[in-house]
């Protein structure tokens, strides 16, 4: 049971490059995240989904966007590199039953950079 | 100003030491999430409570739905509890986490 799996843990890109960062989970839950860590701010939500073929925006989703075609599977593609993206990319995962009073599952994170 | 602000921001002390951690929130919530978070690692669920209290280990969590207020106490700390604490709300009605900014401690040997 590897719980969330993201990839890759380091990136490098140019301004105007796109990129797509991966995140899978084995324990079969519904509910799937992407967060961005930036210094000083808590985490904040870019998109999230509550199944398969079910995506919806966060509070910061300008830039990126994300696909849920299988339970397993989250990714989120950059879609024209900027500076400001530059940050530490977490994923979750927790089960929709019992609403938000599931444990949240992180993956280690992606950390970007952007030149 | 944030929902989910935590103090202090940052925490050193000697092994040994009683710490605590503390977070209020201004929204209505469901629960209480304290995570944390390692040096260039990633992010652990350590607790999650919606009343009273709950202990693993030498950790303890603690909420005052009253007061909106909730603590994170570790006794007998190790410099391995070096870490920075998250604390986060899941907001009731959409069931999103807003996240405080996190407590940065450090244990010193």
């Known amino acids: 049971n590897a719980g969330v799996t993201q990839t890759p843990k380091f990136q490098v890109l140019k301004t105007g490059q796109s990129m797509t960062l991966q995140c899978a989970q084995d324990?079969?839950?519904?509910?799937m995240s992407w967060y961005r860590q930036d210094p000083g701010m808590g985490l904040r939500l870019i998109h999230y989904?509550?199944?398969?073929?079910i995506t919806d925006q966060g509070e910061v989703p300008n830039g990126y966007n994300v696909s849920r075609s299988t339970t397993e599977d989250f990714p989120l593609r950059l879609l024209s590199a900027a500076p400001s993206q530059t940050s530490v990319y977490f994923c979750?995962?927790?089960?929709?039953w019992g609403g938000g009073n599931q444990p949240q599952h992180f993956g280690d994170g992606t950390r970007l950079s952007i030149l | 100003k944030n929902e989910v602000e935590q103090s202090p921001q940052n925490l050193t002390a000697q092994e040994g030491e009683f710490i605590t951690i503390n977070c209020s929130y201004s929204?209505?919530?469901?629960?209480l999430h304290w995570l944390q978070q390692h040096p260039g690692g990633g992010i652990v669920s350590l607790f999650m409570?919606?009343?009273g209290k709950k202990k693993h280990g030498r950790l303890i969590a603690t909420i005052n739905i009253q007061e909106k207020h909730s603590s994170l106490h570790i006794t007998a700390s190790h410099p391995r509890d070096s870490a920075v604490y998250i604390c986060?709300?899941?907001?009731?009605?959409?069931?999103?986490?807003?996240f405080g900014t996190g407590t940065r401690l450090t244990i010193i040997p």
């Open positions: 979750a995962s927790r089960a929709v």
């Open positions: 929204v209505g919530i469901s629960a």
């Open positions: 409570l919606s009343s």
């Open positions: 986060a709300a899941t907001n009731f009605g959409n069931e999103k986490l807003t």
């Open positions: 324990m079969n839950h519904e509910y």
């Open positions: 989904s509550v199944g398969a073929g």
